[in-house]
């Protein structure tokens, strides 16, 4: 039963949920479902694809995500980024919105269910580490402005393409004298209002007496005033007689489950696409999940993470949707809400159901500048610049990661920012780990404590060298330690024992081992002995399935202090707080 739980989570929270949850849980429902319809068209519209199927995504992919995802309170749906991969994707295959375009985007979220299905059965979440946060958010950013600058041809009511920002600028400006003033004139207001719903609307409700629960929950709405507003002025002024671009009719009803069609030439296409897609909408998903759990003192499980996940994909590809994923914004509604368990998200997928058998045909009249308004608002949030000034005040490498990722997710798209950005992360790990912390160690007095000779004061012996490593040790590292022994050891004409302190050393693999090897060995040759200290007992593991404490020339010690004091002997002790390392 406990393993059934463990691929079932719904067996676990659904076995105590009572009325006070289910209270709970059907108030967050109501208000996210009035956030998620507008965000769903919008993003529908972003991706090149129906607005119906916006709402589609956010129906049996949180029912799936509820009977097979850990966290209670993550939202899932269609969100900016993924949406963009989408159009990114698929744009070179067909038209958007053409029965192929729609096609491709079927198998997409099918590809991309696969794939998050096969790496949660193969326990493979610690993949999300494989992306540093700083990179992550640099892309997401670069993401947030080609976004909003693509949906300015919505705003201005002209055509426009490019999958970079070069590309968009230049295909705007080329277009910018056929802007129709009526659409700007529903575009720019809309805009104006949401961005102060954000900030505005909440104090004014207040103010009114309110709540601070209350009107911090209406504020959400805001993007529902747009919607009705803008489309009761395009149904009595006719905008749609004045070229003004309107959602058109769409659909009643919910989708017929359809199976994609696998035989589709597309896949081979769409491949690298798909785990993109699948990576990057895990690694926002967990971290967005890990946030909210946190705050409540529980927590998820990535491998399951990736089950649920590939589970609300795969129902989004049978039933008329495209690539979802777990969004930042209405997760944190939902939380905020008061959501308690993930019955929140399924309550939520009926409201959206109920939307789509009621609510579309009055959506016929909605001019398509009010969700790119909806959509420039919502992705302005996402962009952080302050990412580049603190990774600089940080850490110059990680500077240079977030900056690349920007850059060239800025002029060469999404897909090879991406792929940049995987890249980077791999790079500034290697980086990183290739040049290791090493500190020439001494006794701290009265203690049996080693520390940096250049941090504290301490007793040193002029026969031992005491060496550090604070990193384990494998082949991009080997050679630079066995240089960096040599090169101390130059200064240093009376040591007779070298000492390597391995108590941040978890691991020694192949490379390492044959540079330990070869450092023993000169040293041997030298007539100096090589030592080791507290070693770990994984690793010294390893070294006793090798030669190498065989062909040893010194000890392994359990401790530094016991080494120091066993190899010391007669050598003068010296006082040591600012040698050069």
Not at 175 to 199: C, E, K, M, Q
Not at 288 to 304: C, F, N, P, Y
Not at 495 to 508: G, K, R, S
């Amino acid at each position: 039963m406990d393993r059934l739980k463990r691929y079932l989570p719904i067996l676990d929270w659904g076995r105590d949920y009572d009325r006070q949850s289910l209270v709970s849980d059907l108030l967050a429902a109501v208000i996210v479902t009035i956030m998620l319809i507008p965000q769903s068209l919008a993003y529908a519209l972003l991706a090149g694809l129906p607005a119906e199927m916006g709402l589609y995504a956010s129906i049996l992919p949180l029912i799936a995500y509820g009977i097979f995802g850990t966290s209670r309170t993550l939202s899932v749906g269609p969100v900016a980024v993924v949406s963009l991969m989408t159009a990114s994707a698929i744009g070179s295959i067909a038209s958007a919105g053409s029965v192929d375009y729609i096609a491709a985007a079927l198998l997409l979220a099918m590809m991309s269910g696969a794939f998050l299905l096969l790496m949660g059965i193969l326990r493979m979440g610690f993949l999300a580490n494989f992306l540093s946060h700083p990179v992550i958010a640099g892309f997401i950013t670069a993401s947030g402005i080609i976004i909003a600058f693509s949906q300015l041809k919505h705003i201005l009511g002209i055509q426009a393409h490019g999958e970079n920002l070069l590309a968009l600028l230049i295909s705007l400006f080329e277009h910018i004298d056929d802007t129709n003033l009526y659409t700007l004139a529903v575009g720019i207001p809309v805009v104006a209002f949401l961005f102060w719903v954000r900030s505005g609307l909440k104090p004014l409700l207040v103010k009114m007496g309110l709540s601070d629960y209350a009107a911090s929950m209406l504020s959400k709405t805001g993007p529902v005033f747009g919607v009705v507003a803008t489309s009761v002025v395009a149904y009595l002024w006719a905008l749609g007689d004045k070229n003004v671009s309107l959602v058109g009719q769409v659909p009643t009803g919910l989708p017929s489950l359809t199976f994609p069609e696998l035989a589709n030439p597309a896949w081979k296409e769409l491949l690298v696409s798909a785990i993109f897609i699948s990576i990057i909408g895990f690694v926002e998903s967990v971290s967005v999940g890990h946030t909210l759990a946190a705050k409540r003192r529980q927590k998820i499980s990535t491998d399951q993470e990736l089950i649920g996940l590939g589970a609300a994909n795969l129902a989004a590809s049978v039933s008329g949707g495209y690539p979802v994923t777990g969004g930042f914004a209405r997760s944190v509604v939902n939380f905020d809400a008061g959501a308690v368990t993930p019955a929140a998200g399924m309550f939520t997928a009926v409201g959206i159901a109920l939307a789509a058998m009621v609510f579309t045909p009055y959506l016929a009249y909605l001019p398509k500048a009010t969700l790119a308004a909806t959509i420039i608002v919502a992705v302005l949030s996402l962009v952080d610049f302050s990412i580049l000034k603190r990774s600089w005040t940080y850490g110059k490498s990680d500077f240079v990661a977030v900056a690349t990722t920007i850059l060239v997710t800025l002029t060469m798209g999404v897909e090879t920012g991406v792929a940049c950005g995987v890249l980077a992360s791999l790079m500034l790990h290697l980086y990183k780990t290739s040049k290791p912390h090493m500190a020439v160690v001494g006794e701290v007095p009265g203690t049996e404590h080693y520390r940096n000779v250049n941090r504290h004061k301490v007793i040193t012996h002029s026969n031992i060298l005491s060496l550090r490593i604070d990193e384990s040790l494998y082949f991009a590292n080997a050679s630079y330690i066995e240089d960096r022994v040599y090169e101390l050891l130059e200064d240093m004409p009376l040591v007779e024992h070298v000492i390597l302190m391995c108590t941040a050393v978890n691991e020694i693999d192949l490379s390492a081992l044959e540079a330990l090897e070869s450092i023993n060995a000169r040293l041997k040759d030298q007539g100096l002995k090589l030592h080791l200290s507290e070693v770990k007992g994984p690793v010294m593991d390893a070294l006793q399935r090798s030669h190498f404490l065989q062909q040893l020339s010194g000890q392994v010690f359990l401790s530094q202090h016991q080494a120091v004091q066993q190899l010391a002997g007669d050598s003068g002790q010296t006082t040591s707080h600012n040698w050069e390392i």
